[in-house]
Structure formats: structure tokens, C-alpha cells
């Protein structure tokens, strides 16, 4: 992108800057919380360009008197200040300019959003259970390192350990950019306690990350909700089996593009408290038909362009775990290392980092930058 097209983009924004400014103080604006939630999060997107482009000025400035020095400079050690300015400017230039272009293209609005993980043993019984209930505490020990919030919803024990299924809620900073890319059938190859033959077996676990919607974001009809509580069961004192604190929800979804209706059963034993259960319900119900209607949206974008990396088909397999060889393979990028047990034990910020490169080049691409 040459210079006088990237300012050309940057003005235009910084025009757009001025208007959302002056919005976000509209009482009539304010007063539209749905909108003023999306002005205010497009203010502060906004703002980090501008400052961006206020240095890229500021360089583009301090290169032209540099060589505006070159060229009218009869004394040497000016001459060569000036040229050690103007390499200096170049190179800050240059960072600038892909730092404002991976800026440029559009986020996803979901990334800030805190998450709700779906883990599910698949294919392989009792060693499909183990495995998920391995991922399980890998993902809580890396969101342990990075300060988020982990709380789990419901879960269902495998007959050998680890889960047949465990519900989770994960809250912090851009936690949905940062795991969205796990979402997918993670396939686990070793030997199982339970083998005698020391066979190797193949097999699978689902995860699914959904972005934690606001109440602004979904339109439910809480009239329509039928509830019923019941006594939890398992680790929990003398409340389990004599307070009725776990909840179960039920509600019919109808997808309005196809008119079918689809009933979705929540339940929740989180806390003690019955109340707090029928809000972490509710908020897993509106997180569901949130991840319903943006995997609609998101189907319509596959027809056009299927992203390798986090927009594709959420049953595909992602990655292997190979224990016999120490072996972490990402097949969405060919990434492999060998350090397997360093990564169960939740080091995966490494092959995020290379996931999140290999989408925004993508991105990149996409958009024409």
C-alpha cells in the first residue's frame, strides 16, 4: 500500500472519528443503549488509528526535513545528522505503516467477549473421557497463567475419570480472540490406562467456544422459558440432595431463515445459590442462540471464503496430540512441535500466536492490504 492511499483511508477514518465523538454525547444516543454500546466500542477502535496515524504524520514529517536537509546542507556533521535522521524515519515509517494496515482490517467484534467452552468426549468410551477431561485442565491452567476467570457450569463424569461432558465459563481480556481457534474434534493418540496389550488408540474430544452474549445482543422471550429445579448431586456439603438449587431450563429456538423450531435444555448446578444458577442459565441460553446466529452469518461469509484457521467447519479435526512421540500437530497450518507435555500443562500460547498470524494474513489478503 503506497503512502497517499494508506492517509487517503486514515483521513477518512479520523473524519469518522470526529462524528462518533460527538455521538457518544448525543442524549438521544445515550439513551439507545444497543446503540450507543456499538458507537462507544467503535469510538475507542477508532482512537487507537488516529493515535497511530498522528506518529505516522509525525515521521512522514521528520523524513522530509531530513531530506530537505541532505539536499540544502553545506556543513558535513549536519549533513550526517540529517542522514541518520532520515534512516531513522524510514524505519519508523516502515513499522508504522504495518502496524496501521493490520490495524485497518476489520475485527472481529466478538474477540473482547469472555467465552463459554463446550468440552465433549467423542469417538474412543472411557479414553475419550480421559482425553477431555485432560483438555480440560489445560485450557483452565492457561487461562490460570493468563488471569482469567474459569467457572464451570455442569459436567458429567466418565465412568474411568475425566468427563463425558464439561460446561465452562471463562472470563478476562479478549478471551474469545484468544480461544476461538480451539473450537473443533481434538484426536489423541496413545496407550490407554485400560489397555493391557500397550496398543495404541485413536481418539477424539469436541471443543466448542462460544462468545459469552450480552443481553443487548439477543432478543429471548423470557415468558417463554419453563424452568424446574432439582437437588444437586455430588461434592457440595449439606446442601446436595437437600436444597433445590440446580436449575434446568428449557426454550424453543425457532431459526427464522429456515422457520424450524429447536428445543435447547440448559442446566445448571454452579453455585449453591438458586437464583445465581438461573443467571448463568440465562446466560448460556442467550450465548447459544448468539453462536447460533453468528454461525449463520458466518456460514453465508464459508460460501464465499472458508478460512484454514477459525471460521470453518467446527467438526473438523484441528489438531493430534501424539503421546508415543511427544507430538502437538495443528493441521489448520501444518504446526508441530515436541513438547507435549509442557503444552497439556496449558504452554499453548505458542501455536495461538501462530494461528492468530496465519488468520490475519488472511485477513490481510482479504481485504487489500
Not at 477518512?12 to 472519528?17: D, I, M, P
Not at 442446566?267 to 448463568?280: A, I, L, M, S
Request: net charge negative; hydrophobic share 35%.
Amino acid at each position: 500500500m503506497n503512502g497517499g492511499t494508506l492517509l487517503e483511508r486514515l483521513d477518512g477514518l479520523e473524519a469518522r472519528f470526529q462524528e462518533v465523538r460527538l455521538l457518544i454525547t448525543d442524549p438521544d444516543v445515550i439513551a439507545d443503549m444497543k446503540r450507543y454500546v456499538r458507537l462507544n466500542r467503535e469510538y475507542h477502535e477508532l482512537e487507537a488509528i488516529v493515535e497511530a496515524r498522528d506518529k505516522y504524520l509525525k515521521a512522514k514529517r521528520n523524513l522530509e526535513e531530513a531530506i530537505e536537509m541532505i539536499a540544502s546542507e553545506q556543513d558535513p556533521e549536519l549533513r550526517q545528522m540529517a542522514h541518520e535522521e532520515k534512516d531513522s524515519a524510514t524505519e519508523r515509517l516502515a513499522a508504522l505503516e504495518e502496524e496501521i494496515r493490520m490495524m485497518l482490517v476489520p475485527a472481529d467484534p466478538e474477540d473482547s467477549k469472555n467465552v463459554i467452552m463446550e468440552i465433549r468426549g467423542g469417538t474412543g468410551g472411557d479414553e475419550a473421557a480421559l482425553f477431555a477431561g485432560d483438555l480440560f485442565r489445560m485450557y483452565e491452567r492457561f487461562c490460570e497463567s493468563k488471569g482469567w476467570k474459569v467457572a464451570v457450569s455442569s459436567c458429567s463424569e466418565g465412568t474411568s475419570g475425566g468427563f463425558k461432558e464439561i460446561i465452562f465459563s471463562v472470563s478476562g481480556t479478549n478471551v474469545y480472540g484468544t480461544l476461538k481457534y480451539e473450537s473443533g474434534v481434538h484426536r489423541v493418540q496413545r496407550v490407554p490406562v485400560t489397555e493391557t496389550q500397550g496398543r495404541i488408540h485413536t481418539s477424539a474430544a469436541t471443543v466448542a467456544v462460544l462468545p459469552e452474549a450480552d443481553a443487548i445482543d439477543v432478543q429471548i422471550n423470557e415468558s417463554e422459558i419453563r424452568w424446574d429445579t432439582f437437588r444437586s448431586s455430588g461434592a457440595g456439603g449439606q446442601n446436595v440432595n437437600k436444597v433445590e438449587s440446580g436449575v434446568r431450563l428449557r426454550y424453543n429456538w425457532r431459526d427464522s431463515d429456515t422457520g424450524t423450531t429447536e428445543e435447547i435444555l440448559i442446566e445448571c448446578t454452579e453455585t449453591r445459590d438458586q437464583p445465581r444458577n438461573k443467571e448463568r442459565a440465562l446466560s448460556r441460553l442467550r450465548s447459544i442462540i448468539y453462536d447460533r446466529e453468528h454461525q449463520k452469518h458466518m456460514d453465508k461469509i464459508t460460501t464465499r471464503r472458508r478460512s484454514m484457521v477459525s471460521t470453518g467447519d467446527r467438526s473438523a479435526k484441528i489438531r493430534t496430540y501424539n503421546y508415543p512421540q511427544g507430538r502437538i500437530t495443528d493441521h489448520r497450518i501444518n504446526y508441530t512441535i515436541y513438547n507435549l507435555p509442557e503444552f497439556m500443562d496449558g504452554n499453548i500460547q505458542d501455536c495461538i500466536d501462530h494461528l492468530a498470524v496465519a488468520e490475519n494474513a488472511e485477513r490481510l489478503k482479504e481485504s487489500g492490504l
